[in-house]
């Protein structure tokens, strides 16, 4: 089993940065690819950015956040980031980091461990 606790969410004016952490607990983070993903009001869930646990391959599952997200993490301290700059109103959602055995995955339903979220609001 794997627990996901999100933190650093909040509101910033659009242009500004953000940094979330997803901490894991009940498993080492370094067996465990890594997703962020999102969900705006209305909307599907979808997904942000991936890191692989073998490697640190990283993969964008969306084009809208291409160039302004990294991911990160630190196998020692259970925790991965995610940093996002230049936010748009459009990034306004509630951010989930997600947890699969290995590598990353196209599909949300791959991913078996979910965090609670955490709130991202942009003002214009």
């Known amino acids: 089993q794997l627990q996901l606790v999100e933190s650093g969410g909040g509101l910033v004016q659009a242009g500004g940065s953000l940094r979330l952490s997803c901490v894991a607990s009940g498993s080492p983070l370094v067996y465990w690819a890594i997703g962020w993903f999102r969900q705006a009001p209305g909307k599907e869930r979808e997904g942000v950015i991936c890191m692989s646990a073998s490697d640190g391959g990283t993969y964008v599952y969306s084009d809208s956040v291409r160039g302004r997200v990294t991911i990160s993490r630190d196998n020692a301290e259970n925790t991965v980031y995610l940093q996002m700059n230049s936010l748009k109103p459009e990034d306004t959602g509630v951010y989930y980091c997600?947890?699969?055995?290995?590598?990353?995955?196209?599909?949300?339903?791959?991913?078996?461990?979910w965090g609670q979220g955490t709130q991202v609001t942009v003002s214009s």
């Open positions: 997600a947890g699969v055995h290995g590598v990353c995955y196209d599909s949300i339903g791959e991913y078996d461990f």
